[in-house]
């Protein structure tokens, strides 16, 4: 055990929700007869969950300062059939389009932090009247009929890399070198966090074996990965959105972990006095906070309606839930304060595959909204539960369990 906690960095945080995720992927692709781990339906569970990831990263922030976004479902829904009926109605070139689009979820975030930020009204009343007037809205200026989107679109929406150069890889070429880049980023990350660490430890150098097993296990995953998404049927590959997604991750992580902004928003969240007489402007954070929720919902609403191909009225529709299940399964505190990016898109990812592989079963629809509510009760249940009984969190026992091996 001690040798498996140096491997894992002490960083035991994660464990559950990882273990919880490869348990469904290696169990749908039994149960399944082997149409889970395909890259067809990685491509698909990536493109068609991607809108929802975009949003959980958004919420995340919403949620770490304290506050919850209702209406991020209709905003998507709303700014998607705007998108659709100016390029159709009014022959406005599809990035015009789409700006305006992106602009409206600025306005609507602009909106929301108003009534949060100057007049006090809590996120969950100003953003659930927010979801009761943009889902009106939707139904109104559509008609209530569907409206095509601009074909330029279906490549952000449902597209995939490029191919190019020669074909004796077997793989797309262009997800082959994204896959490399994302090998060579983990060595580096990793062999940087060693360099700090052997700089920082004066008496105790630490071991270099365990950085090695860390670059070769995720490199093999990462490998793994990319020959799953570039190795499918002739034209597909990584998809578009998938890589949309992967460049908020970093942008957004940069953000919340290296930036003063991000400090300032685990600061409100924490303790809002404290946070207050230390310099920072709550008012301020909360705005911002509810403009990136909405700028997010519009952005996750253009690339849904590229893969669509058309904004109908119940666009967006329950949206909203599986982006703030994302936030609370992957271990964010509903009190604020609490959670990380990376927990979000592991909670994500596993609500996608639970998605995909109930799917994959012929489980209905009603079934599976029953199924991914008890998981999320369940996920955020027995931690409260153990807290309130002052016994040590499910992570706590992990950890302990860990620290008696150690003796």
């Known amino acids: 055990m001690k040798y498996l906690k140096q491997v894992l960095g002490n960083d035991l945080r994660q464990i559950p929700m990882v273990l919880a995720l490869l348990v469904l992927l290696v169990g749908f692709h039994i149960i399944s007869g082997g149409r889970m781990l395909t890259s067809s339906n990685m491509q698909n569970l990536i493109s068609g969950n991607a809108y929802v990831l975009i949003l959980a990263i958004g919420m995340l922030m919403v949620i770490v300062i ?136 004066v008496a105790q150098r630490p071991a270099l074996w365990p950085t090695v097993v860390r670059v070769v296990g995720g490199s093999a995953v990462i490998a793994y990965a990319t020959w799953l998404f570039g190795s499918g049927r002739p034209g597909t590959s990584f998809p578009v959105p998938g890589l949309v997604l992967v460049v908020l991750f970093f942008i957004y992580y940069i953000v919340t972990v290296r930036t003063r902004f991000g400090r300032h928003i685990y600061a409100v969240g924490g303790n809002k006095q404290s946070a207050a007489l230390s310099g920072v402007n709550v008012s301020r954070t909360y705005f911002a906070v509810m403009v990136n929720m909405s700028f997010l919902a519009a952005l996750a609403g253009v690339l849904f309606l590229g893969r669509a191909t058309a904004a109908g009225p119940s666009d967006g529709t329950n949206w909203e839930m599986d982006a703030i299940s994302a936030v ?29 592989g109930l799917m994959l079963m012929g489980v209905g629809a009603d079934k599976t909204q029953v199924i991914k509510g008890l998981v999320l009760l369940l996920a955020v249940a027995i931690d409260a539960l153990n807290k309130q009984q002052g016994r040590p969190s499910i992570i706590g026992k992990i950890m302990e369990s860990f620290q008696k091996k150690d003796k």
């Open 66 to 201: 304290g506050q919850i976004d209702l209406s991020v479902g209709s905003v998507a829904g709303f700014v998607s059939m705007i998108v659709a009926i100016s390029a159709r109605n009014f022959n406005l070139p599809w990035f015009v389009a789409v700006l305006l689009g992106i602009a409206i979820g600025v306005l609507v975030g602009s909106w929301q932090g108003f009534w949060l930020s100057k007049m006090g009204i809590p996120g969950f009343i100003s953003t659930l009247a927010g979801l009761l007037i943009f889902r009106g809205a939707v139904i109104w200026v559509s008609g209530s009929i569907s409206v095509p989107a601009p074909k330029e679109l279906q490549f952000f929406g449902a597209g995939y890399l490029p191919e190019w150069g020669p074909g004796w890889t077997g793989m797309n070429n262009s997800t082959l070198v994204l896959g490399l880049l994302a090998i060579a980023g983990f060595i580096w990350s990793q062999a940087r966090k060693y360099t700090r660490v052997k700089d920082a430890a």
């Open 328 to 356: 609370f399964i992957g271990g964010a505190a509903v009190s604020g304060g609490v959670g990380t990016i990376m927990a979000t898109m592991v909670g994500g990812v596993l609500i996608a595959v639970l998605n995909s």
